[in-house]
Structures are given as C-alpha cells and as structure tokens.
C-alpha cells in the first residue's frame, strides 16, 4: 500500500507552498474526479491538500457589474445562483447539464475545470497513454474514438475537455484569478487549457501549485442572451457528444455580436472565432449560423468514428443560435 499524505489547509497561500514545494502533490476540492483517479491508480500522489474548506466559496458582486464565482461554489450553488440565470444564462445551463444532482452538490467550479479527460484509456492504467505517462503511446488511435477530437488534436493526443461549464466560460469570455508563489494572475479562460501538441500530459498552462481562486464573469449585454445546448447519449448523467454555447446581440435581424464555444471537438473548448466573424454584421438566419459552422470546421479532421460530430455541431450551433434569436424577438415584441 502506497502511504499518502492529507493536509486540509486553512489559507489559499499555504495551500499554494505545499504544493509547489511537492512535485507530486494535488489539491483536494469536491474529490469527485481525483477520488476515482487514486482509486483507479492513474495518479499516486505523495500529498493531497485539502482546498475544499478555504473561504473561495461565495458569489459576489464586482464593481463594474461583473460576477465573481469563488472557486470552491459547488456546481449546484452557481446552476441556481439567481444573478448566474439572470445575466448569464449559458453558464446555469451548462452547469446543470453535467452529471448528476449529487455530484453537483459535491463538485466545485475549480474542480469543475481542472477535472481530467474521460477517454477510457487514459482511465485504464493498464493501457498505453501519452497522457498518463509520456512516451507511452495514444491507445485512443484506432481504438475506440466516438468521444475523440476533431480539431487540434495532435498525432499524441485525440481526446477532449469534458467540462460543460469550461464551454459555457470561454463563450462570456471569463477571466481565471489564479494564485501562485508569486502572487496573483488573471487570464482569460480561452488560455486556461491548451491543445495536446506534443505534451498531451499538460491540460492547462497553470504551473504546478498554482491554485484557481475564482473565476470572474465581465459585464457585457452580449452574455444576457445566450443558452447551452448538450448533444448526448442519454438525457442526464452523460458528458457531451458534443456541446455548443452561444451568445447573440441582434439589432433588428442584423447580427450586432455572437460569441460561439463548442464542447467535445477539442482538448479544450473551442471558440469558434470564423463563425463569429463570418456572422456579425450579417442577417441573422439558422442557414447563416449552419454556413458560419461549416467555415470554421473546414479545420476539421474526422474518421469513421468522429465523422459524426462535424454534422451534429454545426446543426447544434444552428440550434441553439436560432432560439436566441427567437427569444430576442419575442422579447422585443
Ligand atoms: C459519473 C460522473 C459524471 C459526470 N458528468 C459530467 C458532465 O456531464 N459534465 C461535466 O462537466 N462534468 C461531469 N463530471 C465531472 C464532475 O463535474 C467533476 O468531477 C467535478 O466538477 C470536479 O470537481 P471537484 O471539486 O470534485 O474536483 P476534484 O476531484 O477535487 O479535483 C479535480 C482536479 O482539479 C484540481 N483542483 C481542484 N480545485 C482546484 C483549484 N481551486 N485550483 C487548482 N486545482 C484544483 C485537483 O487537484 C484535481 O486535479 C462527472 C463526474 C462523474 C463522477
Ligand atoms: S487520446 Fe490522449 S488521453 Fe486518450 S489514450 Fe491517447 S494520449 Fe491518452
């Protein structure tokens, strides 16, 4: 038996120093993923570092109209969170659309996003994977591959990000306060998470032992318009096929501004920046938004198995544009 250490800390910056100082320390939030890693044995750290009981665990109000999630909010707290439903209706619904009622009880907005990837090799320790353990090999290339990549992945790695909240921050273009040795950082969500490349071990660009604080939302009418659709195998307890969250401000029909971010395509959530360029200033229309898909998946690269995304995101995009932009409508009238 492996011996591990648990310290529950009592302030972010000792928290912080113990795990910069360990290599193969972790912090501990909600544990729902971590907790099955050690069990599955695909991570053996020397020392956990209980974050869960640090005071990160309030929604504020920022001064110039923004949110602030503290990082230990439970995904239950930020899905019914009245200001989140109100002024950002694509992060409540994303949130409520992963997992389960209890595991969101359980599960924090910091954990939420540094949770690993769910392909089932890197969850086997008993089969090559880059990601686990560099050099190894990607099992996940030629094998099973229906929740695979189909932009940016790299000949190492072919998984995705499974978070949905991750999509819905990347599409309100959230900023990540995150604390180090030295001190604190902001950085915007697209740039919490990075493409495998040749380092498929490395989610994020967080350093080791830097520490999620909280996650700030901008104060921006774009977000007040917006939703999250979850294409999935079953209706509940099931991470994306694929996922879009979108944002529209119209101006009569013309396409004033959009943000647009998908799940499942990638090793992090994809903005999809072509699409939203080819839409503003345009008329809206479902077809404009299914055409705006098709220029930024021209990027795209399938197989037999992952050919299936490519249709089913850009009709999701459609989807989901097309409801905002009925809501739009209906409120104005
Ligand atoms: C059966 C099942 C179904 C699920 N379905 C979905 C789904 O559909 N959609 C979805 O999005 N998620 C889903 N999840 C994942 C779940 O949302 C995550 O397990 C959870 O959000 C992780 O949060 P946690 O607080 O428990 O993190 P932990 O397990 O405590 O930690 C996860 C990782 O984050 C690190 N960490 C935690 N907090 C911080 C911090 N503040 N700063 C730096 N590092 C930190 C830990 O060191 C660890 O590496 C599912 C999980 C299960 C078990
Ligand atoms: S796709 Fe990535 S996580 Fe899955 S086996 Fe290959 S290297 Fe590992």
Known sequence: ??????????DAAEAVALVTANPSARFLAGGSNLVDHLKLGITEPELLVDVSRLPLDRVEDLPDGGLRIGANVRNSDLGAH?????????????????ASPQIRHQATTGGNLLQRTRC???????????????????????????????????????????????????????????LG?????????????????????????LAHGELITAVELPADPVVQVSGYHKARDRASFAFALVSVAACLDLDGDTVRDVRIAWGGVAHKP???????????????????ARDAATLELEAAETDEETAYKVPMVRNATALVLGRLARATTEGAA
């Open 270 to 288: 994809w903005r999809a920046t072509r699409a939203e360029e080819a839409l503003r200033g345009t008329r809206f229309s479902e077809d404009a």
């Open 82 to 98: 009245p200001r989140v439903r109100t002024d950002y209706p694509v992060v409540a619904e994303a949130v409520l659309a992963g």
């Open 181 to 205: 040795t030295d001190g604190e950082r902001r950085l915007p969500m697209s740039e919490l998470h990075r493409l495998p490349g040749d380092e498929p071990q490395r989610d994020t660009t």
């Open 1 to 10: 038996m492996r011996e591990l250490a648990y310290h529950r800390a009592t």
């Open 120 to 178: 089932v090799y890197f969850q086997d320790a008993s089969t090559p994977c880059n990601k686990r353990e560099p050099g190894s090999g990607c099992s996940a290339i030629g094998g099973y591959g229906r929740y695979n990549a189909v932009l940016g992945a790299s000949p190492d790695c072919v998984t995705t990000h499974p978070s949905d909240l991750a999509v819905a921050l990347a599409a309100v273009d959230a900023r990540v306060v995150v």
